[in-house]
């Protein structure tokens, strides 16, 4: 029996007409997504659509299984609701399902979600850490309403997207390290240091990559790992320096464990994003969630930053009409 994901993978193949730019949005191969699509073809027993060289088309049978898929998926979104709110046995608490990167996720959320309870109690924030290519494809089925990345990220067919604010990232070193008392570096200087990174063919490692490059910089690379806690671990006991957002440190400068080097040639900077698609917005708790981001996000405990004007989430709010004043 084919799987909701192959239902996912199939969607986005058909509303961007190409297998190349189907998998640039979904974040998968374009063999992976081929694969998925003749497995699903062979689970039916009819094909779906018509490869040619100007890309794909949908077959008569294609089309009404289009039309199908998108019920499957809606259907799919209200059973978890339902049963998640059945399972607390009568109560109207309502759940909602949010997303983040490993940095945000640890250092960001906990204390936005602390704030959202504040003002709405009837609503619980149920948190998943994920790269940002699985919240991205998890957005597009059941599991997660809202996610939050800090990579670069384009809208499509599959997310929508509102920016929300640059971060500074900062040259990270702890102590004993060769940088340990100064304030700024220069590229040249910091080209001759280890680097810590974070794991490759990830989208971090590429903005990492992308970034140092602008100034001149190709970093040894004397380790990579997949979460901001183990990049601060290794940083900590002198393995290398890294590149790390301000909010990922916070409480490791207050306490005097690392300390932070800016570039002497610029300001680095990653971009936050929030995602989402159009059916998260008849999501139970989901006009209370961007409410609030829309109302508090310039009071919102980040260290530092620089935000983007409220009006990054214009389009969202707008998304939802009247019910959002």
Known sequence: MFSLHQVEIFQTVAAEGSISRASEALYLSQPAVSQHIRALERDIGVQLLVRGRRGVTLTPAGEVF??????????????????VLAAQNGRRRRYLHIGATPGIGACLMPHWMND??????QITLALKVLSTSELVRRLSGPDIAFAMVGDVISRSSVVEVAHLWDEEAV??????HQLWDKSTVSAEE???????????????????LQTLAEF???PRTVAEFNTTAAIKQAVGSGMGLALL???????????GRLKCVRLAEGVLRRPIHLLWTPTSLQLPGAEAFVQFLARNL??????????????????????LGSRVP
């Open 66 to 83: 289009l039309k199908y898929s998108r019920q499957l998926l809606r259907l799919s979104r209200e059973a978890r609701e339902s049963t």
């Open 171 to 176: 040259i990270v070193v702890g102590r004993g």
């Open 190 to 208: 910091l080209a001759q240091h280890s680097f810590v990174m974070r794991e490759n063919n990830s989208l971090a490692h590429a903005w990492e």
């Open 245 to 255: 957002p301000c909010f990922a440190i916070k409480n490791e400068l207050e306490s």
């Open 116 to 121: 959202f309870y504040s003002f709405n109690p």
């Open 298 to 319: 310039d009071k919102l405990p980040v260290y530092p930053v620089e935000l983007a004007e409220s009006r990054a989430l214009r389009s969202l709010t707008n998304s």
């Open 216 to 218: 001149g910089v190709n």
